[in-house]
């Protein structure tokens, strides 16, 4: 649409483009967007005081989510919320994000309860979709943690952490960390080839999104 109503520059960086720009299509971000949307119906705007209310309330669960001293029931709770209450409002998730929450996310990627991993990785999912988090989430080392989660987790664990490979890979950067990642690749066509639908869903997203970088 922007090139069809006569503009030559890049609506992003507003530098000139050739007379005949060879264009891509970008699935993944395409597939991410009606992902979220799917998921995420618009509400209407939320009085001033309610969001005043949800950025009290997301204190109150990182705390217990940092605590060493919280239970793994009080950490799944906490977690649970923190997805609802990130999945629609940016500002709290830049908030989220700064408190430190992610290396306690992190480390509850790498516990035994399957049902504690997967709220963990939906956090983080949530927490990617801010382009000013990715490369930090990448420096934080979640991409460890997602490669073992495609290799051993859960089948919605692995269909999670190939949707969060996706997410990161829209900064091109993190394309060639993920792809220089032992195993990253590899794991995604291993479950290309034998996950569920779900699952090769997302991990064929995720590779045509790494593979806009010519190295992978």
């Known amino acids: 649409q922007w090139i069809d109503s006569g503009n030559r520059t890049c609506p992003i960086t507003k530098l000139p483009l050739s007379e005949n720009p060879s264009l891509i ?11 979220f949307a799917h998921v995420s119906p618009k509400e209407p705007s939320r ?3 309610q969001q005043e209310h949800s950025h009290s309330q997301s204190q109150a669960l990182i705390s217990t989510l940092i605590s060493r001293s919280s239970s793994n029931a009080s950490k799944l709770e906490s977690l649970s919320r923190l997805v ?5 409002d940016s500002s709290i998730r830049r908030k989220v994000t700064e408190s430190g929450v992610v290396r306690a996310a992190l ?3 790498d ?3 399957q049902v504690l991993q997967e709220k963990s990785l939906s956090l983080l999912l949530n927490l990617s ?5 990715k490369v930090g989430l990448v420096a934080d080392g979640v991409i460890r943690r997602i490669v073992a989660v495609l290799r051993v987790g859960s089948p919605d664990c692995k269909a999670i952490a190939a949707t969060l490979l996706t997410s990161l890979a829209v900064v091109e950067v993190n394309k060639a960390t993920i792809g220089s990642y032992p195993d990253a690749i590899s794991a995604l066509v291993y479950l290309l ?3 569920n ?3 090769r869903k997302e991990s064929a997203t995720a590779l045509y999104a790494l593979c806009s970088f010519m190295d992978n």
């Open 25 to 35: 299509p970008n699935h993944a971000l395409r597939s991410l967007i009606s992902n």
């Open 47 to 49: 009085p001033r005081t």
């Open 84 to 88: 609802r209450l990130t999945k629609r």
């Open 107 to 109: 480390d509850c990627v």
């Open 111 to 113: 516990s035994c309860n």
């Open 129 to 133: 979709l801010e382009d000013d988090n």
């Open 193 to 195: 080839r034998v996950g």
């Open 197 to 199: 639908d779900r699952e």
